[in-house]
């Protein structure tokens, strides 16, 4: 391997070292419904993304509501890749 090939690698891992606390402390104080540093700019997307899609943040989902969800976003996924799959060639950007 090369020694760009080595920098590139030393710098991900350097880069992911240096996050990791400042997310940490980040995730920790939205899982614990504490403020949170940036509300001014976070809060507008995050109550325009739930009224787009019906959502209330104050209200808990329940295990059958969260299976459905995560059954139906699997079905997209699947048939979204599919047609990328299916489509590549006339798709731009195809080597």
Known sequence: MSINGWLQISLY??????????????????????????????????????????????????????TLALLLFSAVTLLVTYAIERLQHTLPLNP
């Open 13 to 66: 891992f350097l880069v992911i070292l240096a996050v990791t606390k400042p997310l940490g402390i980040y995730m920790f104080r939205v899982f614990e419904g504490e403020p949170q540093p940036l509300p001014r700019f976070f809060g507008p997307i995050d109550r325009g993304l739930y009224r787009l899609c019906g959502v209330n943040p104050r209200e808990q989902q329940t295990w059958t509501e969260y």
